[in-house]
């Protein structure tokens, strides 16, 4: 059983940029995959961006739609944190934003962005957006 921690999270102004962070700690295997989602108000948790790495070190990146060209995923092995850099922020992504990982991962991008295929979460970190 591991440990994951979000920060990074506040308020902008619409345009504006946000690095999440995600720091990983405890964990007694090695994930190949971690993968961020978000959670609107009354709205259900959808996939955002994803990261796999095989055991070769390739990594694959995988984003939903709305996030392709504005958010950026990428992690850090030194210091055990995942990051997830949003650019050009509007108000539809206001939301509660979580990182996840899996001790079995599939390098597919339907199942990297699927909530119920992940059994390790933070507690999130919230984001707002103004207009």
């Known amino acids: 059983q591991g440990r994951l921690v979000e920060s990074g999270g506040g308020s902008v102004q619409a345009g504006g940029s946000l690095r999440l962070s995600c720091a990983a700690s405890?964990?007694?295997?090695?994930?190949?995959?971690f993968s961020w989602f978000r959670q609107a108000p009354g709205k259900e948790l959808e996939g955002v961006a994803s990261?796999?790495?095989?055991?070769?070190?390739?990594?694959?990146?995988y984003y939903t739609d709305y996030a392709k060209g504005r958010f950026t995923i990428s992690q850090d092995n030194a210091k055990n944190t995942l990051y997830l850099q949003m650019e050009n922020l509007k108000p539809e992504d206001i939301a509660m934003y979580y990182c996840?990982?899996?001790?079995?991962?599939?390098?597919?991008?339907?199942?990297?962005?699927?909530?119920?295929?992940?059994?390790?979460w933070g507690q999130g970190t919230q984001v707002t957006v103004s207009s």
């Open positions: 405890g964990f007694t295997y090695r994930s190949s995959c």
């Open positions: 996840a990982t899996s001790r079995a991962c599939a390098n597919f991008g339907w199942w990297l962005l699927s909530v119920g295929n992940f059994a390790s």
């Open positions: 990261i796999y790495v095989d055991d070769s070190s390739r990594t694959d990146t």
